[in-house]
């Protein structure tokens, strides 16, 4: 069966860098949509950051633009998150998933598989 393993949280201060990490089995992995979601204290979850099965597209929340990446090691199964410049609001547990597919929009992907979550606190 397909599992997402997430890791890489941690309690940081404002400012700093944090790089969460995402391994993946049970699937073909080139075949998927990866991505990071989130979802703070008291509040929904949040699209966050994706990419396409070759990694040559991205799309990105307004609030993390220019401060988190997202990157593939397709020969490892694994995807990443780079996050920079981390502020308070950034405080959440965050969540890799995963969609078969299907074209190169990145908003209509289906995310259906979901990695258990790591927290990431940011201190201020």
């Known amino acids: 069966q397909v599992e997402l393993v997430d890791s890489g949280g941690g309690l940081v201060q404002a400012g700093d860098s944090l790089r969460l990490s995402c391994a993946a089995s049970?699937?073909?992995?080139?075949?998927?949509?990866v991505g990071w979601f989130r979802r703070a204290p008291g509040k929904g979850r949040e699209f966050v950051i994706a990419?396409?099965?070759?990694?040559?597209?991205?799309l990105d929340t307004d609030s993390v633009k220019g401060r988190f990446t997202i990157s593939r090691v397709n020969a490892e199964n694994t995807v990443y998150l780079q996050m920079n410049r981390l502020q308070p609001e950034d405080t959440a547990v965050y969540y890799c998933a995963a969609s078969g597919y299907r074209s190169d929009d990145l908003r209509i992907a289906d995310f259906k598989f979901w990695g258990q979550g790591t927290q990431v606190t940011v201190s201020s």
């Open positions: 049970g699937l073909t992995f080139t075949n998927y949509i």
């Open positions: 990419t396409t099965p070759n990694g040559a597209r991205t």
